[in-house]
């Protein structure tokens, strides 16, 4: 029984090595994918939803270590769109849960030509429960927005990672 474990970990492992997946991150800081988001700035977002998702973004797209990337070959336009619907309701009509919803269109522009590389969009949603207490409301919608930022912004990063990994700005346009 260990033997017919052993060779089927060996078989499988064998098989996903000639899968063709390659690692994202190759060459780490050096590689293509980390050289082209580190030439990424992050156009200001309109609103504290946009000032959060910028943030979020440009945590995760500046360098590690000064000197690595430009930061403004290319450039990243998001316009965010964000709703909170109330919808689950009592006999007296009021509201008892939410659905925060955040979504992004963006945009990686050549700075120096204009060009539109990429139009994508990335969405996230949250739900909140509706407490008797206004203030915890207030604070579980503030904390619902910020994990939201986050997760667009893990988005937008891993799409543009893809993007550079599959020949980049030196490649013909996509969505």
Not at 30 to 59: C, F, T, Y
Not at 63 to 72: E, L, M, N, R, S
Not at 75 to 92: C, M, Q
Request: hydrophobic residues 45%.
């Amino acid at each position: 029984m260990h033997k017919l474990v052993t060779a089927s970990i060996v078989a499988a492992a064998l098989a996903l090595g000639g899968c063709g997946l390659r690692p994202l991150y190759a060459s780490g800081s050096k590689g293509a994918v980390a050289q082209m988001l580190a030439d990424v700035d992050v156009a200001p977002i309109e609103g504290h939803s946009g000032w959060l998702v910028r943030n979020a973004l440009r945590d995760r797209l500046q360098p590690t270590q000064a000197g690595q990337g430009a930061g403004g070959r290319l450039r990243l336009d998001v316009r965010l769109e964000d709703s909170i619907t109330g919808f689950g309701v009592r006999a007296d009509d009021a509201v008892t849960r939410e659905r925060r919803t955040l979504r992004a269109r963006y945009q990686l522009v050549d700075a120096g030509t204009g060009e539109v590389l990429l139009d994508a969009t990335a969405a996230q949603d949250a739900g909140i429960d509706v407490v008797g207490s206004e203030y915890a409301t207030i604070a579980a919608e503030s904390s619902a927005l910020e994990r939201l930022a986050s997760g667009i912004a893990d988005q937008i990063v891993a799409r543009l990672a893809v993007y550079a990994q599959r020949g980049g700005p030196a490649a013909a346009p996509a969505s």
